[in-house]
């Protein structure tokens, strides 16, 4: 077996368990249930002094921007370069483009050039059988087009750190005709020149050409307006890479800069008039970003087993064992019991010489949230009926059916709770007071906990704070949109929960503990607040949460095994971040492997809260290893595409 110390890399971690549990094939059994959804959702968070009016546009209108261009507004924008009685469209959406195009004389679409591989710029080619145009697309991002079966059969949904967007692939291959990457393609008189412009995907292109007497280019979602981009939750690529997307975004900048554009045309926002501001406003809100990203984070000096104060301990490891991976403290009792918080990537021969040294009877467990190597080992603990598993409310049924979720760091077996912990729950544990509370920060499933020890106000923070690697810098934490995020909670309910209970010694999960002064808090309160100001300003959305949260609109299960022709229930769960009530009109999409007699049905969602429509689906014949089904979103009147996927296997 690799060494533990290797572990703290995702690919390593999957070698281990493997080598330890037999993953895949002996974990990912289903108990044969009709999976119901679970019993609390996680509310949202909002400010109310924060309230605004805004909502989305309805779609559909058709504008001239000049003689020859025009743009169709659909899920996204699908712009029209007319040639006389044909026309080349850049993106194409949903396909309604199709119907408008007679009303402005066109008769025959000589080609379609493709921005990136995401549904809402593709999804109506995947619905079409045959194809009267050719087909252009990105070199880099092909895969996503040619061969979605393969992509989708081997797509990585466990112990996954690799949060780019290609889970927003479509459902169905579409073919194409050419592949492109700094070409220049003729069409109907017009040369576009391929622009390679990474950030809102890593294989993204952009189109220069002259229209109508002026340079335009065609940029895709590289930015939706002067300071905006459609989203951020698509720029943050690798678990650990807080700015990987807009440092590739500020190197597309440039080479988009050597066109010498006159307008950017994005895939959403308005036409850019005026592209070198816009782009430098991008950049300067960016480079905001990275001051406020980058942690500030000074790692885990010591790693041996150590005595914090008499009855709190870090259980550490070995000395090979990585530092970043002994998440693990201890709470010990005069009685030999011992509470432990989180279990992950432990030495089971170090815990075991641990238990031993210590005299300790019995472990119970509790989680700081649901992430593999806060996790991992407590499964053989459950297996073997060596401990009881405390876990919260919020994150009981992923630890129980993560199969059901798709969600970065989960493990591929479950994890059944002894007891489940209510938001504000009190225990009396041999002779300790433990409070246990929603923490939100780095995930929307995270508990706290806060305990008195020995004297000491003691706050297990899990994965949401770390020790300050530079002491006069202010102390922010790790924001990964895809764990969840609200930009009025997260950091700034930890931050608050921290500064109401002002420990004396604070318990990160990764770094040694600290004793921080308020004044240390009311900084970090200050960045979480500045965090929300800047997002807001950034994302280019009614409500800056449909930029932020990824699982605004998701399925639940994610991922279902259909047995025979059985009957199953999806659950389609939307929330709404607007201060208004939306009207949401909902198409599934499947293949017709699956049948849903009624694939189309419209809610009501109040406003800040979320609504679950249901679906009855059924596999009705063969198909291969998985079958993909999405659900084509119309809010308010603006079509949105296929924002949600499930899988059927």
């Known amino acids: 077996m690799k060494p533990i110390a290797d572990l703290c890399r995702p690919i ?24 119901e959804p679970p019993t609390t959702f996680s509310p949202l968070s909002f400010d109310s002094t924060r309230a605004h009016d805004r909502d989305f546009r309805p779609s559909g209108s058709l504008t001239r921007l000049s003689e020859n261009l025009y743009l169709f507004e659909d899920c996204c924008n699908v712009y029209i370069v007319k040639q006389g009685r044909r026309a080349a469209l850049v993106d194409f959406g949903s396909g309604d483009v199709l119907r408008a195009l007679a009303s402005i004389g066109v008769e025959k679409v000589d080609q379609v050039l493709v921005t990136h591989h995401h549904r809402d710029q593709v999804q109506g080619l995947a619905d079409m059988q045959e194809r009267p145009f050719p087909v252009v697309a990105p070199r880099s991002e092909a895969r996503f087009f040619e061969n979605v079966e393969s992509f989708w059969a081997a797509v990585q949904i466990y112990i996954n750190y690799d949060l780019r967007s290609h889970w927003n692939t479509t459902r169905r291959s579409i073919k194409l005709s050419r592949t492109v990457g700094g070409d220049v393609i003729e069409t109907g008189g017009t040369a576009f020149r ?53 440092d590739a975004s500020e190197e597309s900048f440039a080479r988009v800069r050597a066109e010498k554009p006159e307008w950017l045309l994005p895939s959403h926002g308005g036409r850019i008039e005026d592209p070198e501001a816009a782009m430098r406003e991008n950049s300067r809100r960016y480079g905001v970003l990275r001051e406020m990203l980058v942690p500030n984070h000074a790692g885990r000096n010591r790693g041996e087993m150590r005595h914090i104060l008499p009855h709190l301990i870090h259980l550490g490891g070995p000395p090979q064992q990585s530092k970043g991976v002994t998440t693990s403290y201890m709470i010990l009792a005069d009685s030999g019991n011992a509470l432990l918080y989180d279990f992950g990537y432990v030495d089971r021969e170090h815990f075991q010489e641990v238990k031993e040294k210590l005299g300790i009877e019995h472990v119970t467990v509790t989680f700081s949230h649901y992430h593999d190597d806060h996790i991992i080992r407590a499964y053989e603990l459950f297996r073997d009926g060596e401990a009881d598993l405390w876990v919260f409310e919020n994150m009981a049924d992923i630890l129980e059916n993560p199969t059901r979720y798709r969600l970065p760091c989960l493990v591929p ?12 729950e009190r225990i009396q544990w041999e002779g300790f007071n433990l409070e246990f509370f929603h923490m939100p920060g780095q995930t929307q499933f995270h508990q706290g906990l806060r305990v008195e020890i020995d004297g000491k106000r003691v706050m297990f923070t899990g994965d949401n704070t770390w020790n300050k690697k530079f002491t006069q810098r202010v102390r922010n934490g790790p924001v990964v949109p895809q764990n969840e995020y609200f930009l009025d909670g997260g950091f700034i309910t930890c931050a608050k929960r921290m500064l109401e209970y002002l420990p004396d010694i604070v318990c990160p999960a990764h770094t040694d503990e600290y004793s921080p002064p308020k004044e240390d808090l ?8 500045r965090l929300r100001d800047v997002m807001t300003d950034l994302i280019l959305q009614p409500d800056p949460n449909f930029g932020m949260d990824y699982r605004w609109c998701h399925f639940y299960p994610f991922r279902h095994i259909a047995r025979d022709d059985q009957e199953f229930t999806v659950q389609l769960m939307v929330r709404n971040h607007l201060f208004k009530r939306g009207q949401v009109e909902v198409t599934l999409k499947h293949p017709a492997a699956v049948r849903c007699d ?3 049905r419209t809610l009501s969602v109040e406003p800040k809260s979320q609504a679950v429509v249901p679906f009855r689906l059924r596999r009705v014949s063969e198909f291969g290893r998985r079958a993909v089904v999405t659900a084509d979103v119309r809010f308010n009147g603006r079509r949105l595409g296929e924002i949600a996927e499930m899988l059927v296997d």
Not at 16 to 27: C, D, H, M, N
Not at 413 to 424: E, H, L, Q
Not at 522 to 529: I, K
């Open 598 to 600: 009624s694939p189309q």
């Open 194 to 246: 391929v622009v390679e412009t990474p950030g809102h995907t890593g294989g993204s292109v952009s189109y220069g050409a002259g229209i109508d007497g002026r340079r335009v280019v065609f940029c895709g979602d590289l930015l939706a307006g002067k300071g905006k981009v459609h989203n951020w939750y698509d720029l943050h690529w690798d678990y650990y890479g807080f700015t990987q997307g807009i």
């Open 413 to 424: 077996f479950p994890i059944k709770a002894s007891r489940v912990i209510r938001n504000g």
């Open 522 to 529: 009311e900084g970090f309160l200050e960045w979480a607040q």
């Open 12 to 35: 390593h971690r999957q070698q281990f368990l493997r080598q330890l549990f037999g993953w895949p094939a002996a974990s990912l059994a289903l108990d044969g249930r009709e999976p």
